[in-house]
């Protein structure tokens, strides 16, 4: 892992450039509605800026991660084995941020989604002033967990990101607000319990580490650092272990251990069984809410699969392809299946992610280079189509009340605008070329023709069905009869429609030019693949 | 032992002896004072000469222990003082408990001052004078040295306690629970009773570290009756810090009692069995039973046993405390049953087998941060609610509705606590849990690390329902005012919540070079 540690902390600046909104607004009174907006999209786009900065400086020939930010933080005295006589033996979370070509498309999509979600929330009609707060703390979690290169770490700002969410859900949503909320809470909660065993278990074996300082006095911690763990997982025999850790991470351990992993980011991705959660948020959350979670918080649980599961065990990971890539089957077919039978559009739309999300899985469990692209693509793209898919379901419900499919109906003639850019998401959506969808999911299934072509034979039905599923609900919405008392809607208004301009122009950037994605993730992704073309 | 030399206290003794003096001298003076002084003299004042007795006797804690810090960072060795024929220890173990106990204590004077009308609390005076013995009761349980101390301690802790249960003299719920905890409470205390005259039985002797000494000698004869002796212990000990299966009396006397009592109750009674437990477990059955196994390892038998018991009992805990809480809809109980969950969660560090192949001696390190966790977030709590339910005339979770239009800061306040209380980062529960959980892991026990963190999510459904109520529910209006004790206890305690969970590193360096396991509690007179 090479890295530079630049004299200007661009990584911290990134995570923590919201808290200066939440500084401001906590100022402003309440009343003072357009001064809150205008703090709050302003503070979102300053950070849209500052990852922009970086993504143009960076360099993706340097492998690993180019940029780097590594303190202490805490290091807890552990007083373990005093009887040994060691003196000095702590648990150690280091503040440890970086930024890889795995983790940069993902922080340039959240900043701009979270930008485009705030412009969006120029509908919230209440409590704006809280709501602006708890936005701008979402995105400092969002930031986090996708820079973060400690285990502890990324779970603080993983599980950071559940609170504000909680309230979000729960004040702005729509009428079974309460219960979405509960329901978020305790599933992700779950997650994050079961993915904080799995790390407490690595650290507390993989994590032991040895350190000479300058002084030459030898000191013991236990890291939850990414990359002393990985390198002490990779190792084999005695060395992995050193003689003085606590147990020998075996096997089965580190199956169990996998299994756990996948459980807590399967949870978030989600996994077939574990879906039903996402279902509530996406038809209860505010729109711009929905923006984020569907678009970002989503993509946290398929992030973690790959940074953490697969790279701290990728044997178990390669021993579980099939399994992974038979989950990704049942997630395309099921999400396609049920989102071609919904009646509400939401419920489409939610369906269409599992659906999609299917894809990642595909690539991961490809384990090459080409079927990480596709997944990283996937994630990616999915983000900006969703995002785009639910502003403009915000704006319908808010025009006509409903976003029920037998209750909508050529809103094109009347709409066009948003009808056509509804057409554009949804053929995004479907992967049609040009548009970011294609790329995407081709990636992830050639890559996994690499290693399962049945697989990929099955799943390629998905992208068949969700032709048929997107293609049902986009045009039963905009066109066919028109409700009388549609005849008067307006067409989408200047803060609408910047929003979805910048979201379309993204899909279709990422559709004509692939490697604006593919070549940070290229070498990203490299040192992964490295890792199973060695354990074989 | 044939004859016993009593060793007279030594004037240079008696100034290790300052904090508990302290509160002797100031509860006897007070009572005199409340019977002398004129009626018409509010006796408010009381609690004032209560608290700053609290503060001077926390003020000799605080300088014993900065002075042992200097010796310990220059390196000298800082041993155990033993007083009264070694059954009074004065040790960084009981020290560092001793601080807790007495700021406890005092928020709990805090948070009573002038909350309650004339006609709640008709014996206003012995309300706070008693809170002094209650907590010399709690210092003496963590300074004990020998059972006899141990159960003196524990009397005065729980007599006083009986009686302050039962405070609101006209109120049927205060009396009944003061019933309750006073029958069930002295039937605790027999097996307590009980199970150490197991232990002279088998020593001949009431002191801890003679007890231990005896017991590994004669461990082969004596066995079953090791056993018994636990589990009549654990019995009684299991109720008086209100782990599952013992807890059932909690809700109801945390429901009788005074809120402020009640907290006092969660805390300070609760972490002064505790720390009975720890001593006992630490001084009497640690590393019992010592034979090699077939492989030729090592092992402790009966040590390990009860490391068994023990978790099986926090494990049962955590459960039981949480299912419960999920339907209960009045604060006072639901506190009650987290403090259930959270005498499971303290139970862990105690209950780990350290003897296993890494010798873990964190453990009172994590146990020691967890209680001082426990400590601000549940006082902090038990305020917010004081506040609110004066306003809403209940004590029920729907008085917190609309909290947050209310008065916003009480709400901030009353998030950062539940959120501690659930666990979640940057607050001093996240550090105190996660503490808790790498040392689980370490000593091979991850069942209860994974009990540990299931518990607490399914905790997350009854903590964040306050925030459902402050923030998504709409209940009555108007400003809330705040009485500035009250005011100010929230402040420190938010402010300690937050401190303990962005720099636990400070906490910890502290009490690690303070404290440790062989060092402090095995060691005799220097």
């Given at each position: 892992?090479?890295?530079?540690?630049?004299?200007?902390?661009?990584?911290?600046?990134?995570?923590?450039?919201?808290?200066?909104?939440?500084?401001?607004?906590?100022?402003?009174?309440?009343?003072?509605?357009?001064?809150?907006?205008?703090?709050?999209?302003?503070?979102?786009?300053?950070?849209?800026?500052?990852?922009?900065?970086?993504?143009?400086?960076?360099?993706?020939?340097?492998?690993?991660?180019?940029?780097?930010?590594?303190?202490?933080?805490?290091?807890?005295?552990?007083?373990?084995?005093?009887?040994?006589?060691?003196?000095?033996w702590t648990l150690d979370i280091p503040y440890h941020l970086a930024l890889d070509g795995l983790s940069l498309p993902l922080v340039v999509m959240t900043t701009i989604v979270a930008a485009m979600s705030a412009l969006a929330s120029v509908s919230i009609r209440k409590r704006q002033k809280t709501y602006f707060i708890l936005l701008l703390l979402l995105e400092v979690g969002m930031l986090g967990v996708f820079m973060a290169r400690d285990l502890f770490l990324f779970f603080a700002f993983f599980e950071w990101t559940l609170v504000p969410t909680f309230f979000l859900i729960g004040i702005w949503g729509l009428a079974n607000r309460e219960r979405a909320a509960n329901h978020f809470l305790l599933y992700n909660g779950l997650g994050s319990a079961l993915m904080f065993v799995a790390f407490a278990i690595l650290v507390a074996t993989a994590g032991f580490d040895q350190i000479t300082d300058t002084s030459g006095a030898v000191k013991f911690v236990y890291s939850g650092d990414l990359y002393t763990i990985v390198n002490h997982l990779q190792s084999s025999g005695a060395a992995a272990n050193l003689g003085h850790s606590p147990f020998f991470l075996s096997e089965g351990w580190r199956m169990g251990t996998f299994v756990l992993l996948l459980i807590a980011f399967g949870i978030k991705l989600p996994l077939f069984p574990f879906h039903t959660w996402m279902l509530k948020v996406h038809a209860e959350a505010p729109t711009p809410v929905v923006m984020l979670h569907s678009g970002v918080l989503l993509k946290m649980g398929a992030y973690g699969l790959i940074q953490f599961g697969m790279v701290l065990l990728p044997q178990q990971l390669a021993d579980w392809a099939t399994v992974l890539a038979v989950l990704g089957i049942i997630n395309i077919l099921y999400g396609a299946i049920l989102a071609f039978?919904?009646?509400?559009?939401?419920?489409?739309?939610?369906?269409?992610?599992?659906?999609?999300?299917?894809?990642?899985?595909?690539?991961?469990?490809?384990?090459?280079?080409?079927?990480?692209?596709?997944?990283?693509?996937?994630?990616?793209?999915?983000?900006?189509?969703s995002a785009l898919f639910f502003l403009l379901v915000g704006s319908l419900s808010e025009r006509t009340g409903t976003t029920r499919l037998d209750e909508l109906g050529g809103l094109a003639k009347r709409i066009p605008f948003i009808s056509a850019l509804l057409l554009i998401a949804g053929l995004a959506s479907l992967g049609l070329p040009g548009l970011s969808g294609f790329p995407a999911e081709l990636f992830s299934l050639l890559g996994l023709y690499g290693n399962l072509p049945w697989a990929a034979t099955i799943g390629a039905f998905g992208v068949i069905l969700s032709?048929?599923?997107?293609?049902?609900?986009?045009?039963?919405?905009?066109?066919?009869?028109?409700?009388?008392?549609?005849?008067?809607?307006?067409?989408?208004?200047?803060?609408?429609?910047?929003?979805?301009?910048?979201?379309?122009?993204?899909?279709?950037?990422?559709?004509?030019?692939?490697?604006?994605?593919?070549?940070?993730?290229?070498?990203?992704?490299?040192?992964?693949i490295d890792m199973f073309k060695v354990g074989g | 032992m044939d004859t016993i030399t009593v060793q007279p206290l030594q004037w240079s003794e008696l100034s290790a002896l300052a904090p508990e003096l302290t509160l002797v001298i100031a509860a006897v003076l007070i009572s005199l004072i409340d019977l002398l002084l004129p009626k018409r003299i509010h006796r408010e004042w009381i609690g004032i000469l209560s608290l700053a007795s609290v503060l001077f006797s926390l003020y000799f804690v605080v300088s014993t222990l900065a002075d042992r810090y200097t010796q310990a960072v220059g390196g000298e060795a800082v041993g155990a003082l033993q007083l009264l024929n070694q059954s009074y220890r004065v040790d960084d173990f009981a020290l560092l408990l001793k601080v807790l106990f007495l700021v406890g204590t005092a928020f709990v004077i805090l948070?009573?001052?002038?909350s309650m009308k004339d006609d709640e609390l008709p014996h206003r005076g012995e309300y706070y004078y008693l809170l002094l013995p209650a907590a010399l009761g709690g210092m003496m349980m963590a300074s004990s040295g020998d059972l006899i101390t141990l159960y003196v301690g524990l009397e005065l802790l729980s007599i006083t306690s009986y009686i302050l249960v039962g405070m609101k003299k006209n109120?049927?719920?205060?009396?009944?629970?003061?019933?309750?905890?006073?029958?069930?409470?002295?039937?605790?205390?027999?097996?307590?009773?009980?199970?150490?005259?197991?232990?002279?039985?088998?020593?001949?002797?009431?002191?801890l570290i003679d007890i231990a000494q005896s017991l590994t000698t004669h461990v082969a004869a004596f066995q079953p009756l090791i056993y018994v002796s636990f589990l009549l212990l654990i019995v009684g000990l299991g109720f008086k810090i209100a782990a599952a299966p013992f807890h059932a009396w909690s809700p109801d006397v945390y429901?009788?009692?005074?809120?402020?009592?009640?907290?006092?109750?969660?805390?300070?009674?609760?972490?002064?069995?505790?720390?009975?437990?720890?001593?006992?477990?630490?001084?009497?059955?640690?590393?019992?039973?010592?034979?090699?196994?077939t492989e030729g390892q090592r092992v402790f038998s009966i040590y390990n046993d009860v490391t068994i018991m023990l978790l099986a009992i926090a494990a049962l805990s955590m459960v039981v405390g949480t299912t419960m809480a999920l339907r209960q809809k009045n604060v006072k109980r639901l506190l009650a049953l987290s403090g259930i969950a959270n005498a499971g969660y303290l139970l862990v560090p105690i209950g780990l087998n350290i003897l296993g192949n890494t010798i873990n001696a964190s453990v009172f390190n994590a146990f020691w941060y967890y209680l001082a966790a426990y400590l601000f977030t549940t006082i902090g709590a038990f305020a917010v609610l004081m506040?609110?339910?004066?306003?809403?005339?209940?004590?029920?979770?729907?008085?917190?509705?609309?909290?947050?239009?209310?008065?916003?800061?009480?709400?901030?306040?009353?998030?950062?606590?539940?959120?501690?209380?659930?666990?979640?980062?940057?607050?001093?529960?996240?550090?105190g849990k996660l503490y808790i959980i790498v040392g689980a892991v370490a000593a091979h026990s991850i069942w209860i690390a994974i009990v540990m963190m299931l518990t607490s999510v399914i905790s997350f459904y009854f903590y964040f329902g306050f925030i459902r109520q402050m923030y998504m529910r709409h209940g009555q209006e108007g400003k809330i005012t705040v009485l500035a004790p009250q005011g100010s206890v929230i402040a420190i305690c938010v402010l300690f919540v937050l401190g303990f969970g962005l720099f636990p590193n400070e906490v910890m360096g502290w009490l690690n070079t303070l404290f440790s396991i062989p060092g402090d509690l095995f060691t005799l007179t220097p």
């Open positions: 892992m090479v890295g530079q540690i630049s004299s200007i902390p661009w990584l911290s600046l990134l995570t923590f450039s919201p808290l200066l909104g939440v500084l401001i607004l906590l100022l402003i009174p309440k009343e003072r509605v357009f001064a809150i907006r205008t703090i709050g999209i302003v503070t979102t786009f300053i950070s849209l800026i500052i990852a922009v900065v970086i993504y143009a400086g960076y360099d993706a020939s340097k492998q690993g991660n180019t940029l780097l930010e590594k303190f202490d933080w805490i290091s807890i005295p552990l007083n373990l084995d005093v009887a040994k006589g060691i003196q000095s039978v919904q009646t509400e559009f939401r419920l489409v739309l939610a369906y269409s992610s599992i659906s999609h999300m299917g894809f990642v899985l595909f690539g991961i469990a490809a384990m090459n280079e080409i079927g990480l692209q596709g997944a990283v693509m996937q994630m990616v793209s999915h983000g900006f189509i032709a048929v599923y997107v293609l049902r609900g986009v045009l039963a919405i905009t066109f066919g009869p028109i409700a009388a008392h549609h005849q008067q809607l307006k067409d989408a208004r200047l803060v609408e429609a910047v929003p979805a301009i910048v979201l379309t122009a993204c899909i279709v950037l990422i559709g004509l030019f692939p490697s604006l994605v593919t070549a940070p993730v290229e070498y990203g992704v490299s040192h992964i | 948070i009573s001052m002038g109120d049927r719920r205060s009396t009944e629970g003061a019933f309750k905890y006073a029958v069930l409470g002295s039937v605790a205390s027999a097996f307590i009773l009980y199970g150490m005259s197991f232990l002279y039985g088998m020593s001949g002797s009431t002191n429901q009788g009692a005074p809120t402020p009592i009640t907290a006092f109750l969660a805390v300070v009674a609760k972490g002064a069995s505790l720390a009975v437990v720890f001593r006992i477990i630490f001084n009497v059955f640690f590393g019992l039973g010592a034979e090699s196994d506040v609110v339910s004066r306003v809403v005339g209940h004590e029920e979770l729907k008085g917190f509705a609309g909290l947050y239009h209310r008065s916003p800061w009480l709400a901030v306040a009353m998030t950062v606590f539940v959120l501690s209380l659930a666990g979640i980062p940057i607050t001093a529960g996240f550090f």
